[in-house]
């Protein structure tokens, strides 16, 4: 099966200039990692703030381009600095951010940001494309009612819950989600890892699952890549990494995450393995 995603030793650096006393230095964000997701999958990223997560999430996004490397969707090269990247390339890939109200529009009704996409890229009738939209609210968990709303007249929950929405829109075959529930409460943030779950298995849907937390992780994720300073220090099954971290980074992880949760994970584990 070809992976739905494919990285191959993906580097970016940022140029920081100089000024008049000070030189201009590069920053490696992300140097040299490669991965791989097959269909209906979730691929964790964890690590500390810095370490080049959401650089990863740009590039496979196809909102950066990477400085080196090659990354292919469904086995098809993706080369963003080139005009040769297709609309029907760009939809297969949609993110989803920590902050939804950072990128949902506050003067626009919720069943117009749905539309909007639907306009852009495609030649639905204005009834179709609300029929397309009202669906996809009930999917994600909202009501008709909702179709007329502003974004300030939700819940934090319910906000992403949106986000997901306009995620799907296009029938993406790769959701990138950059801590999509760190921002909610915990009882809220199961409500949204059990809906990504769910959806995964209705459209399956590819994941690239990113967080520093480590009890939604091993919640969700199949497979789990542990980036430090912008290197992939672990990458394997979640049960492999979770039994057995080999890297000192990922110990120091693991130790600071409260005992109740490494507990769990590994009884979770032990309970799967028997
Ligand atoms: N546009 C940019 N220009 C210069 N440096 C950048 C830029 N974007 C990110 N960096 C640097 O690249 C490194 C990786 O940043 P990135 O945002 O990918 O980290 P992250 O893992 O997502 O962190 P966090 O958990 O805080 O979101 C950091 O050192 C950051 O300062
Ligand atoms: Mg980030």
């Given at each position: 099966m070809t992976p739905v995603l494919e990285a191959r030793n993906l580097v970016r650096d940022y140029q920081i200039p100089g000024s008049l006393l000070k030189r201009g230095r590069t920053v490696h964000a992300v140097k040299g990692v490669s991965f791989a997701v097959d269909q209906g999958k979730t691929l964790a990223i964890v690590g500390e703030s810095g370490c080049g997560k959401s650089t990863l999430a740009r590039i496979v996004t196809m909102i950066d381009p990477a400085t080196s490397g090659e990354m292919l969707i469904d086995g098809e090269k993706v080369d963003i600095?080139?005009?040769?990247?297709?609309s029907e390339m760009r939809r297969k890939v949609q993110i989803v951010f920590q902050n939804p109200y950072g990128t949902l529009?506050?003067?626009?009704?919720i069943g117009d940001i749905l539309s909007e996409p639907l306009i852009i890229n495609t030649r639905m009738k204005a009834d179709e494309r609300r029929d397309k939209a009202m669906a996809m609210l009930k999917k994600v968990?909202?009501?008709?009612?909702?179709?007329?709303?502003?974004?300030?007249?939700?819940s934090g929950g319910q906000r992403q819950r949106v986000a997901i929405a306009r995620a799907l829109m296009l029938n993406p075959r790769l959701l990138v989600l950059d801590?999509?529930?760190?921002?909610?409460?915990l009882s809220v943030q199961a409500q949204v890892l059990n809906l990504l779950a769910d959806l995964q298995d209705e459209f399956q849907l590819t994941y690239v699952f990113i967080s520093h937390d480590l009890s939604v992780v091993r919640y969700i994720a199949d497979d789990v890549m542990v980036m430090y300073y912008g290197e992939a220090v672990e990458y394997g099954s979640r049960e492999d990494v979770f039994s057995d971290p080999k890297h000192s980074y990922t110990k120091t992880l693991f130790a600071a995450t409260p005992r109740a949760d490494v507990d769990s994970i590994k009884e979770r584990l032990a309970r799967k393995a028997a």
């Open positions: 600095a080139r005009d040769g990247l297709t529009n506050p003067r626009k009704k968990g909202l009501e008709e009612k909702h179709y007329g709303r502003y974004p300030h007249m939700f801590e999509p529930v760190s921002a909610l409460d």
